[in-house]
């Protein structure tokens, strides 16, 4: 291993065994993030979320314009790992295992890096957020209050999630339903209870059409992204009620993923009407349009310039959705996000320490 190698290694190992589930408190990442931001004028943004939980994002800056790379700090639960997902390894193969090793712990060191190798006379900003994985509260807040950004902005960003350095000009965004069914609970043996799954069900109908309008229809389709169609995935929650209980309450959650292209409010219509008549209490999210830039874009055509590689979309949503409020974003970063959100998630250290050199030159190329 080289010397870059064997601290980008550390530095990810050190930040996967620190958890940072987006159910928890992100401060002792933020702070061990922080011991690498030396030569930097740092700005925190604290906040409480309602259920008490401390959260922070970062701000880094050094000089004022230039290019800016953005990583999250949080990762999604640690669900369904049989390994203890908060101890790192490489394996024989050069992987590097742990919750968070793609998305994004590891592209989170290779930034940290970048930050520390850049010469201190070529301009550069970290935007290191959290909350990534729910509502993207750090990248808000930093779009949004950030002091050290009012003046001096970057003038492009780079969200350095996992697309295997692959410029990536635009994503879909998306609305968050949640709908909830109010019945009464009471053991199912009486009779005397009202099941809320029946009420749901109407709905479910109407949101079941509607996926299939959105995979059939290509009037509701967009043939610059893979898939084509606008996603409406369902989740279900009864609340921990048991077989023999008559269901007091249920949720369904949705997602609504569409481009930028698709008019998403005629489908927020329909779901709010479907949830009107089944007597559903509904509310939803309400999102900026999704962050999308011509393929001929000047930090497009430099990404495209320095890796080679054709410009593409992506299905999925990052912190560019509001980062794009400060300066235009691409997203491209190492490693893959084949098995990020899985119980098997890691990341080639090889890919990590190749970005390195990759951002660096487009640091110096932006700074001018």
């Not at 999630?161 to 069914?181: F, I, K, M």
């Not at 609970?185 to 109407?202: C, E, I, M, V, Y």
């Not at 479910?204 to 967009?222: G, I, K, N, S, T």
């Not at 309450?249 to 292209?261: D, E, G, I, P, V």
Request: negative net charge; glycine residues 8%; contains cysteine.
């Amino acid at each position: 291993m080289t010397v870059i190698s064997r601290d980008i290694v550390a530095l990810a190992s050190d930040m996967i065994a620190t958890d940072s589930q987006s159910c928890v408190s992100n401060l002792p990442l933020a702070e061990l993030v922080e011991t690498r931001l030396r030569g930097f004028e740092v700005e925190r943004l604290d906040w409480v979320e309602p259920s008490g939980i401390a959260k922070r994002a970062l701000v880094a800056r050094r000089g004022g314009g230039g290019l800016a790379f953005s990583a999250h700090m949080d990762t999604v639960p640690a669900t369904g790992w049989e390994a203890d997902p908060f101890a790192p390894y490489v394996d024989g193969g050069g992987l590097l295992h742990g919750l968070g090793s793609a998305d994004m712990k590891g592209p989170l060191a290779v930034i940290l890096t970048v930050g520390a190798l850049l010469p201190a006379a070529i301009p550069l900003s970290l935007l290191i957020t959290t909350d990534e994985e729910t509502h993207k509260e750090g990248a808000k807040r930093i779009a949004r209050t950030s002091a050290l950004l009012k003046h001096n902005p970057p003038t492009g960003i780079i969200i350095a999630e996992p697309t295997g350095l692959r410029p990536v000009r635009g994503h879909r965004g998306s609305v968050d339903v949640v709908a909830v069914a109010t019945g009464v609970q009471a053991h199912s043996s009486t009779g005397k209870g009202d099941n809320a799954n029946w009420r749901l069900l109407p709905f479910l109908a109407e949101m079941r059409a509607l996926q299939v309008m959105l995979r059939e229809d290509p009037a509701w389709q967009d043939p610059a992204y893979e898939p084509s169609f606008c996603d409406l995935n369902l989740v279900i929650d009864n609340h921990g009620a048991a077989p023999n209980v008559t269901v007091g309450r249920a949720t369904a959650k949705l997602k609504l993923r569409f481009s930028r292209s698709i008019d998403a409010r005629p489908l927020r219509a329909r779901i709010a009407e479907a949830a009107d008549l089944a007597g559903l209490t509904v509310t939803m999210s309400d999102e900026p349009l999704p962050p999308e830039l011509p393929a001929d874009h000047p930090l497009v055509e430099r990404c495209v310039a320095a890796t080679g590689h054709a410009v593409e979309t992506a299905p999925y949503g990052t912190d560019a959705t509001y980062l794009q409020e400060i300066a235009p974003c691409v997203i491209m970063g190492p490693g893959s996000i084949a098995t990020a959100h899985s119980p098997f998630e890691r990341t080639p250290v090889r890919a990590l320490v190749d970005a390195v050199p990759l951002f660096l030159r487009l640091a110096e190329t932006m700074a001018g």
